[in-house]
Every structure is written in structure tokens, then in C-alpha cells.
């Protein structure tokens, strides 16, 4: 997965109260950190637009089951995907998914 990220990407948690993670190598520390605290754990894919100008819209719906523990979690979140030269440079995650469609439409006009 890691072959579609620019090695100076960031994935910018924030506004779910984390940290803005910059470069490859914390991107992938952070997406293992995350998905390993799981036992089980599901992403379903729930809306995808192409805004153009090299900006994706997408929305999941995140669920599992934590590491030692007998209950489920489930999370909706949407992903603002920034592409330039064949490649991610920039990701941002929200969970106000009509907050977040509004700013991704922003950003894909601004960027044309």
C-alpha cells in the first residue's frame, strides 16, 4: 500500500484529538499502531468521489474489536485524499462528515 504515498506525505488525525503524522515512515507507524490494537477489525467502504484536481472524498465506517476486550467499536470517518504527480501527498480525517465534504469540495476548486 505504502508504494502510493509520497515519501513526504502527511495524515493530518487532528480533528479526532491525534497527532498530524509527516513522512512515509510515520504514516505506516501510525496506520500499524492503529490497526494493531484490534483483534478484529473492518473498514467498510461507504461513499468515494473524485472532486477533481487531484483531490478523493471518501467515507467508512470502522469497526471492531479491541485487543483484550469483549466490546465492538464502530466509527464513521471521511478522508480527504490530496494526490499530486501519480501519488498521496496528504491525507485529513474527520469524523463531521458533512463539515469535511464541504472542505474537500473547497480545496478541489482551489486547487483547479
Known amino acids: ?11 493530518d488525525a487532528s480533528s479526532a484529538g491525534l497527532d498530524i ?32 484536481n487531484g483531490v478523493l472524498f471518501a467515507v467508512a465506517s470502522l469497526g471492531g474489536r479491541l485487543a483484550g476486550s469483549a466490546g465492538r467499536v464502530q466509527e464513521r470517518w471521511s478522508y480527504t485524499v490530496t494526490w499530486a504527480e501519480g501519488m498521496i501527498v496528504r491525507v485529513i480525517t474527520r469524523a463531521d462528515i458533512d463539515e469535511a465534504r464541504a472542505a474537500a469540495e473547497r480545496l478541489a476548486e482551489e486547487r483547479g
Open 21 to 52: 503524522f509527516e513522512g512515509a515512515a510515520a504514516v505506516r507507524s501510525f496506520l500499524e499502531d492503529w490497526t494493531g490494537a484490534y483483534e478484529e477489525y473492518e473498514y467498510k467502504h461507504q461513499e468515494g468521489r473524485d472532486l477533481g
Open 1 to 11: 500500500m505504502m508504494r502510493f504515498w509520497a515519501s513526504d506525505v502527511v495524515w
